[in-house]
């Protein structure tokens, strides 16, 4: 019998914990489902804010590519060309004045104009203006250079009118050496024409590519994971940790294959936005051709650390293991205190009905409960009376 009670025991406790891990399921699909939308929830986020961001890059750049246009098509300029070809030097001196004059306002107020230079059709540098802060004056006759050889010269020479040469962004440097502290510059460039309609040269455009790269890092400040800029060959403009920065400048080659897998490599590099998963890192990363040029262009990258992305479903999972277990404990001491509670009754009643077999009429049982344990008991009670009352009158007849 105590068996039967135990059995009893046992399943009201194994009720209560099968109903327990009812919760327990649905955690696990809630957990697992939930690590799958954060995850793409953070994707689809990180992919938005690369992309606002390159918004932002192209306006500067769009900006620059204008400018670039309008200093070769400006009246000053235009003049110039025209004194250049046929008038005398006072009168290419006055027009020079002109643009100096004109290009210093313009260049000091967009704050991100290095250099402004004419080069003529042979390639000589006949004028650079240079920024220095507060206003733009010329160079030394003595460090105007030739630039035939350079590749935006031989490119720009060979654009029609209203066309523009980009850039790949690339460190600054004078007579071939890279300019200490480092610079990175964008140079733009468009074609320049006589009134006769020959060609007259260039206008070349070298702009601070600080102001818009230092852009792109701040708009993190604070979130997870770090921007990284690389050019389409995988050399970045843009990382944290500067002994990687310049790798094709500066001869040490450092790129993005110094970091991750060439199979991760190639995906990154891809022509479009996407993401990558590495080992230990989410890689979003973000296309941009800059304007102006479209053999050439860039991705921003936001790498975010695995661990990093999952925190928060992590923090989950944990609240809920220590609920869970928790549960179970508690869970486990309702089920004895209620198993107790039945089971404690029913082997009293079990004892009553057994004594009562034998013949014991003497017993009665005691209960407080009005539920059907105490129904049962009011039952047992009444049979015993009326076995007794049985007995007594069978006694008489005798």
Same mark, same amino acid.
């Given at each position: 019998m105590n068996f039967i009670l135990s059995r009893i025991q046992n399943k009201i406790i194994a009720a209560f914990l099968i109903v327990l891990l009812i919760p327990l399921l649905s955690y696990i699909y809630i957990y697992f489902s939930t690590s799958r939308t954060v995850t793409d929830i953070v994707?689809?986020?990180?992919?938005?804010?690369?992309?606002?961001?390159?918004?932002?890059?192209?306006?500067?750049?769009?900006?620059?590519?204008?400018?670039?246009?309008?200093?070769?098509?400006?009246?000053?300029?235009?003049?110039?060309?025209?004194?250049?070809q046929s008038g005398s030097d006072s009168e290419i001196e006055n027009a020079l004045s002109l643009i100096a004059d004109n290009s210093s306002s313009y260049a000091i107020n967009k704050n991100m104009y290095q250099h402004i230079s004419y080069i003529d059709e042979s390639g000589d540098e006949i004028f650079r203006l240079n920024n220095d802060g507060s206003r733009m004056t010329f160079s030394s006759a003595e460090k105007l250079q030739n630039q035939s050889r350079r590749a935006f010269f031989?490119?720009?020479?060979?654009?029609?009118?209203?066309?523009?040469?980009?850039?790949?962004?690339?460190?600054?440097?004078?007579?071939?050496?890279?300019?200490?502290?480092?610079?990175?510059?964008?140079?733009?460039?468009?074609?320049?024409?006589?009134?006769?309609?020959?060609?007259? $040269?260039? &206008?070349?455009?070298?702009?601070?590519?600080?102001? @818009? #790269?230092?852009?792109?890092? +701040? *708009? =993190?400040?604070?979130?997870? $994971?770090? &921007?990284?800029?690389?050019?389409?060959?995988?050399? @970045? #403009?843009?990382?944290?940790? +500067? *002994? =990687?920065?310049?790798?094709?400048?500066?001869?040490?080659?450092?790129?993005?294959?110094?970091? @991750?897998?060439?199979?991760?490599?190639?995906?990154?590099?891809?022509?479009?936005?996407?993401?990558?998963?590495?080992?230990?890192?989410?890689?979003?990363?973000?296309?941009?051709?800059?304007?102006?040029?479209?053999?050439?262009?860039?991705?921003?990258?936001?790498?975010?650390?695995?661990?990093?992305?999952?925190?928060?479903?992590?923090s989950l999972r944990n609240i809920f293991v220590l609920a869970f277990i928790v549960g179970i404990f508690i869970s486990i001491a309702i089920a004895v205190y209620l198993a107790r509670g039945i089971s404690g009754p029913v082997h009293h009643l079990t004892q009553v009905a057994n004594k009562i077999s034998h013949g014991e009429l003497d017993v009665e049982v005691k209960t407080k409960s009005r539920d059907e344990i105490g129904q049962l008991a009011d039952s047992i009670n009444r049979m015993r009376a009326s076995l007794e009352a049985a007995i007594i009158r069978l006694r008489k007849n005798r």
């Open positions: 994707i689809n986020y990180e992919l938005d804010e690369l992309v606002l961001s390159l918004r932002t890059l192209r306006h500067h750049l769009q900006n620059i590519m204008n400018d670039t246009k309008y200093m070769s098509e400006s009246r000053d300029m235009i003049r110039f060309l025209s004194e250049k031989k490119e720009t020479m060979k654009m029609q009118a209203g066309e523009c040469y980009v850039s790949n962004i690339h460190l600054y440097k004078e007579k071939g050496k890279i300019f200490k502290p480092y610079q990175p510059v964008i140079n733009y460039a468009t074609p320049v024409f006589y009134p006769n309609g020959s060609r007259a $040269g260039i &206008i070349l455009v070298t702009a601070n590519a600080n102001i @818009f #790269l230092e852009g792109l890092v +701040s *708009t =993190k400040h604070g979130k997870p $994971g770090k &921007i990284c800029l690389v050019d389409k060959d995988g050399y @970045f #403009l843009i990382n944290p940790d +500067s *002994t =990687k920065l310049w790798g094709r400048d500066v001869g040490t080659n450092t790129n993005l294959g110094d970091t @991750f897998r060439p199979k991760y490599v190639e995906e990154i590099l891809a022509q479009k936005d996407g993401h990558t998963f590495t080992n230990q890192n989410l890689v979003c990363h973000a296309l941009f051709i800059p304007p102006g040029n479209t053999e050439i262009y860039w991705k921003l990258l936001n790498i975010i650390e695995i661990d990093e992305l999952t925190d928060p479903v992590t």
